[in-house]
């Protein structure tokens, strides 16, 4: 019984590990780089699943999720500016997301956007209140599990796997060393957003992990999140293997399910949008909780998604507001893939104030008792500070020199 | 933080800044925009000849992509261009509205496999031309 829930839960990790920052950047890192950056999506899948590790484990022995750490560790002051910032990335990318749905239930119905769009906010307004968390939860994974029509799809579109395999080692073959950065800090952007961690560490302590469920913890995080990433390998390889050769620059979502129609055709193209719907949906979700999590964490709320909207009511409100100000910026006429790409580079910016206190309360023997990091998670943990340091310095600059991309 | 605000507003509109003078190297970008937009309608058409697609996603698909080439023709015809390159401008604009009268064919016809047939050759070629011009 214990085997079957670790493998629904890892199921539904996979299905939801991937969202519309990972769809936008990894499909346009194929179809402008072909293979090349594959390397990059290990780094990041290894990053993510380092410190998800290591929140789910805080969690687990402290009882405390990422913004407890923050506000202990960093103080009032910077804790509010890592707060700040983590709301503003947060509230962008469930605006993107959002757009994402949207998007797709027009691309599956043919209705306009705006419709879509409210259908969309109506839709999960009522699914986050009324449908049992835990059900939310594996809907949208296994709905996700669409998105494995690109594993086809790319082994359809009969790929050089020899420069497939080449992509694995990290190497450079391009005239735009700026542009192959800019798209490397924006694939390990996608990879390690920070709200996954918000919401992993926050789930760990609403379902009262313990000690006992540390190997739970790493099998989730290891297995979850490492199969998630083949989903990205698959965007990438489609995006390699059919734009990069026809020239085409993905600018929509709609090009990225054309990437499954053209090899697979309807069936394909139908699962495609279903897997897309789903992902970014759950993404959705995980983003609006994320941001009241943090909100409530921080100011000594009460908080959870399991209790009753009276049970803990600024919570409720807190996401409530989140969804009406990002619905509402979705109908300005935002275009959600551009606004992707803003996200996952400002999220960038704000990695280091969320994973420096993960890993200085991992550490800390005085809440972890004997569970603080072993030898391999301080030397993966400190690599992987620096290479977040590094991306948070570079990303805005790339940004701009390369022009979103554009060049 | 007003500073802060107004680094992010400067970075924007850096980042996202796209008029000004067409110079050769915005002529290439937007040909490969013009491109991208013809060889992936040259793709969606090809699979509506062969019914390999469904009716909304090919409506809402090409008009969104009809959309884009319309407004590069409009930017490209009016932005003001380096010396030499003028004529290439405008061709540009031209083949980047003709695109955009395909994609609209085929958003108005989303199941009609005859048409699509007979857009995917222009579209393709549409596509090679762009790229000649970015050359």
């Known amino acids: 019984m214990k085997i079957f829930q670790v493998a629904l839960g890892i199921l539904a990790a996979i299905g939801g590990f991937v969202d519309i920052g990972d769809l936008v950047f990894n499909v346009a890192a194929g179809a402008t780089f072909g293979y090349q950056l594959l390397w990059v999506v290990v780094i990041g899948v290894v990053g993510i699943i380092v410190y998800s590790e290591m929140c789910g484990r805080v969690a687990a022995v402290s009882g405390k999720a990422v913004f407890d750490a923050v506000r202990e560790r960093l103080g009032f002051k910077v804790g509010l500016v890592a707060l700040i910032s983590a709301q503003v990335v947060n509230l962008m990318t469930l605006t993107a997301e959002i757009g994402g749905v949207a998007i797709c239930l027009q691309l599956l119905s043919g209705l306009s956007y705006r419709w879509m769009i409210l259908v969309a906010g109506v839709a999960f307004a009522i699914v986050v209140w009324v449908t049992p968390f835990e059900w939310v939860e594996r809907v949208f994974g296994y709905g996700g599990l669409c998105m494995l029509v690109f594993a086809v799809a790319a082994v359809k579109l009969h790929p050089s796997w020899g420069a497939v395999a080449h992509g694995f080692v990290p190497h450079m073959d391009t005239q735009s060393p700026l542009l192959y950065a800019y798209f490397a800090i924006g694939l390990l952007g996608a990879a390690m957003t920070p709200y996954e961690v918000y919401f992993y560490s926050s789930g760990g302590v609403e379902e009262r992990w313990g000690p006992k469920d540390l190997g739970l913890n790493r099998v989730n995080a290891q297995i979850g999140y490492g199969l998630g990433g083949f989903l990205s390998f698959s965007l990438m390889i489609v995006g390699g293997a059919l734009f990069l050769e026809k020239g085409v620059q993905p600018e929509f979502l709609g090009s990225i399910a054309l990437g499954v129609e053209v090899p697979l055709g309807q069936i394909g193209l139908l699962l495609a949008l279903v897997g897309i719907l789903f992902a970014v949906g759950g993404a959705s979700i995980d983003t609006l909780f994320s941001g009241a999590y943090n909100l409530a964490q921080f100011l000594g709320w009460e908080w959870g998604r399991y209790r009753h909207p009276r049970g803990a009511p600024r919570f409720t409100v807190t996401w409530l507001v989140l969804l009406v100000l990002a619905l509402g910026a979705v109908m300005t006429g935002v275009d959600p893939v551009q606004l992707t790409e803003y996200a996952v580079i400002f999220s960038a910016v704000a990695l280091p104030l969320t994973y420096i206190p993960i890993f200085l309360v991992a550490n800390d023997r005085s809440y972890m008792r004997e569970y603080t990091n072993g030898r391999l998670g301080n030397v993966l943990g400190l690599v992987y500070l620096v290479v977040i340091m590094v991306i948070a310095l570079t990303a805005v600059p790339l940004m701009i020199l390369t022009n979103v991309g554009q060049n | ?135």
């Open chain 2, 1 to 135: 933080m007003n500073r802060g605000a107004l680094a992010l507003v400067l970075v924007l509109a850096l980042s996202g800044c796209n008029g000004g003078t067409v110079d050769e190297h915005a002529l290439k970008r937007d040909s490969e925009k013009v491109g991208s937009l013809a060889s992936e309608g040259s793709l969606l058409a090809n699979d509506v000849s062969k019914g390999a697609s469904t009716k909304y996603f090919v409506r809402v698909h090409a008009k969104e992509m009809s959309q884009a080439a319309s407004d590069l023709q409009n930017a490209l015809a009016i932005r003001p261009t380096s010396p030499g390159i003028k004529r290439d401008v405008r061709k540009l604009s031209k083949l980047a509205g003709k695109v955009s009268e395909e994609l609209e064919r085929l958003h108005l016809h989303p199941t009609d496999r005859g048409v699509a047939a007979s857009l995917k050759e222009p579209l393709k070629a549409d596509a090679d031309a762009a790229d000649q011009l970015g050359k």
